[in-house]
Each structure stands twice: as structure tokens, then as C-alpha cells.
């Protein structure tokens, strides 16, 4: 094949598979600045009618519940991606008992709900801790002191309640001052201070790896990705729209310089950045599946000086967390499987065989059954 026929049947590969998902392509950058900078948007709401069937909530569904817990004989309190409710069985009526929470959907995920011996109810959302308020029926916002308040669980040993993030573990007195006190964990048994290679590309793809400062070039990147889709439109569809205005005496100037501008910047950024918009496009394909499977097990070394190699070894990985109080353990879930370790937390958690299966979605389930043993269950 000679050069000439080489460079049209590259010319061909890129642009007609770029025509047909140039709309994804700018949905996929918008959407990715709009999730690198999520607690600015938190507060906004987009109505589910507007989009497909599947995302919209129908008879509960779409995780809309995640759990409940009794409050007595007739009532019950459930809780999931739409806040807290109350189900009364014996008119079948339901209460919302979302006051409290900031405005905005997003808000009013409750990853978990907890009811203290004492008679108390703790909750934990993506973007903190609340505490209800009976006379009030309302909840109030605790505030963990820390950038990481993604509550992800919570459990009560004796007269303390456990706060788990997604990154620490926190205690707080349930009598008196509710002062967070943090509860260090140490690194597991074996420890060899390597990551998920899902992880390391997630962070990677959206920039967190180096804070702030690499949040904002993936989203320049993003805006890169946007500028080149456009000006390919314009490359590909005003050259048709020139020869249709010069068939009708029409004047083309504008058009053309337009064009001239679009393929000129098209051909220069595309060839000065691209190698972080490959890397952008690789990394994105590893985070859904079916490539996730692939990836799914494995681990790296952390990338030096990135927010990954801080020499905390459970950055990102916690999900829940279960006391016993018989044997003074706890129980950590984490995104590599379960580990034990004392309530003192002065002994390394150590890995508990044996393991039960999970998904890359990891533990749904991870609670005590009424036999005394504990339940885990995930998509598995």
C-alpha cells in the first residue's frame, strides 16, 4: 500500500468513527468536569423524567432503598439515594424525614442509618455525618474534621460511635461533648505498600492524583477533547456548506475563515497534546466494565510523589465496618477483602480467610446474622 493510500485510510479512521460518537464525546468531557468538581453542582437537581426509563425510580428501585431499621411494632425507617423515610404498617403511609439535609439530590444519599442503644439516630450521606433531632424532626449536620467526610458506615461500641469514611476511622463519646476523636489504623499484616491498578487509573483519569492542580488540567484536557469535536464538525460540514452558498452567488468568507481556523488549531493541539489525550482515553477505558474485569485484581506500585504515596495504606479503600463486642474485634470491609483487628486498634488488621467472594462492586452486605455469625453478601 503506497503512502498516498495509507494516509486517506487514516484520514478515514479517524474521521468517521469520531463522527459517530462526536455527541459522546462532549457529553463524556462535560460530564467528567462536572464529577471532578462534584460538591459545586451538589446542590442542583435534574428532574428523572428527562432521562432514560432505567434511571428513573420506579417502585423503589435503583438503590432508592438500601436498608431499614425497626423503630418499633409499626413503624420502620428506610433509607437510600432518596434520604429517609418512614413507613408506618399500619396505615401503609409514609413520612419523608429529609429535613434537615442540604438542598440537592446528592445530599440525601444515606450510605448508612443507625440506631444507638440509647435511642438515638446517626446517619451518613457522601458529604458528612448528621444526627437526628426529635423535636425537631429534623437532622443536624455533625462536622468531621477532616476533608474526608464521605461517611460510608457506622457503629456503636458501648458508649462510642464509630465513623467510618472512605479514607479513616473516627470515635465520638455518645454522652456529652460530641468531639471527634480520630482513630488511626494501622497498615495490615503483609502490608507491601502497593495500590489497585483500578485505583491508580482512576486517579490518573480524573486528575486527583496530584490534587487540585491535576484535577484542573484533566478538566483543560476535557475542554481540549470539546474544542477538538467541534472543530472537526466545523472541518467536515462547512466545506458542504460553502459549495451549497457559492451555488446560490451566496458570499462563503465567513465560512471559510471559520474552517481555516478550525483545522488549523484541530491539526496543531491535536498533535501537541497528544499524548495526554491518549493517556486520557486509555485510562477511561479501564474504568467500566468489561475492561475493569481485567484490571480488576491486580496491584502496582504507588506513583511517587502522588497523592497515592503518602504512606497511608488505606486511602480510598474502607466500606464498612462491624464491632464485636464478645471477642473485642472489629471488622474492616475494604475494597481488597476483610480485615480483622482489636478494638484497640494497637495490632495490625490482619487479611480473615477465608475470603467471600465479592464483586468489583463490592459488599452490599456485611452485618451480624442472628446465629452470631456474619452475613456479607455483594453481586457475587
Given amino acids: 500500500m503506497g503512502k498516498r493510500r495509507k494516509r486517506n485510510l487514516m484520514k478515514k479512521l479517524h474521521k468517521w468513527p469520531s463522527l459517530l460518537i462526536a455527541v459522546f464525546i462532549i457529553l463524556w468531557a462535560a460530564s467528567g468536569v462536572v464529577l471532578n468538581h462534584r460538591h459545586l453542582v451538589s446542590s442542583l437537581d435534574l428532574d428523572r423524567t428527562y432521562l432514560p426509563s432505567e434511571h428513573r425510580y420506579d417502585n423503589w428501585n435503583n438503590a432508592a432503598l438500601r436498608g431499614s431499621i425497626c423503630i418499633d411494632s409499626n413503624l420502620s425507617w428506610f433509607f437510600g439515594n432518596t434520604g429517609v423515610w418512614e413507613f408506618d404498617i399500619r396505615d401503609t403511609s409514609w413520612k419523608d424525614l429529609r429535613k434537615g439535609f442540604p438542598a440537592g439530590a446528592d445530599h440525601h444519599k ?30 443536624k449536620g455533625l462536622c468531621i474534621p477532616h476533608d474526608d467526610r464521605h461517611v460510608v458506615d457506622l457503629a456503636q461500641s458501648r458508649d462510642s460511635l464509630w465513623i467510618m469514611t472512605r479514607s479513616h476511622l473516627w470515635k465520638m463519646p455518645l454522652k456529652g461533648i460530641p468531639e471527634f476523636e480520630y482513630a488511626p489504623i494501622l497498615p495490615p499484616l503483609g502490608y507491601d505498600n502497593k495500590v489497585g491498578l483500578f485505583k491508580t487509573l482512576w486517579v490518573i483519569h480524573s486528575g486527583e492524583i496530584y490534587g487540585v492542580a491535576g484535577k484542573l488540567l484533566v478538566d483543560f484536557v476535557a475542554l481540549v477533547f ?33 474552517n481555516k481556523f478550525s483545522i488549523k488549531w484541530h491539526n496543531k493541539i491535536g498533535i501537541w497534546l497528544v499524548l495526554i489525550l491518549t ?28 497523592v497515592l504515596d503518602d504512606g497511608y495504606p488505606w486511602y480510598d479503600l474502607l466500606r464498612r465496618i462491624l464491632i464485636d463486642e464478645k471477642h473485642n474485634n472489629v471488622y474492616l470491609a475494604t475494597s481488597e477483602g476483610i480485615f ?41
Fill in 279 to 306: 493517556m486520557t482515553i486509555f485510562t477511561g477505558m479501564f474504568l467500566r466494565p468489561p475492561l475493569l474485569i481485567v484490571i480488576a485484581t491486580d496491584r502496582v506500585g504507588k506513583i511517587p510523589y502522588s
Fill in 110 to 139: 444515606v450510605n448508612c442509618l443507625l440506631k444507638t442503644e440509647e435511642g438515638e439516630y446517626f446517619c451518613g450521606t457522601r458529604f458528612g455525618l448528621y444526627k437526628f433531632v426529635p423535636g425537631d424532626q429534623a437532622w
Fill in 226 to 258: 470539546v474544542f477538538l469535536t467541534i472543530s472537526g464538525l466545523i472541518y467536515f460540514f462547512f466545506p458542504r456548506m460553502m459549495r451549497r452558498r457559492k451555488r446560490h452567488a451566496k458570499p462563503t468568507n465567513r465560512l471559510a475563515a471559520w
Fill in 340 to 380: 480483622r483487628m482489636e478494638q484497640s486498634l494497637k495490632t495490625r488488621p490482619e487479611f480473615v480467610f477465608p475470603q467471600p467472594p465479592a464483586s468489583v462492586m463490592g459488599y452490599n452486605v456485611f452485618d451480624y446474622h442472628p446465629n452470631g455469625n456474619i452475613l456479607v453478601g455483594s453481586f457475587s
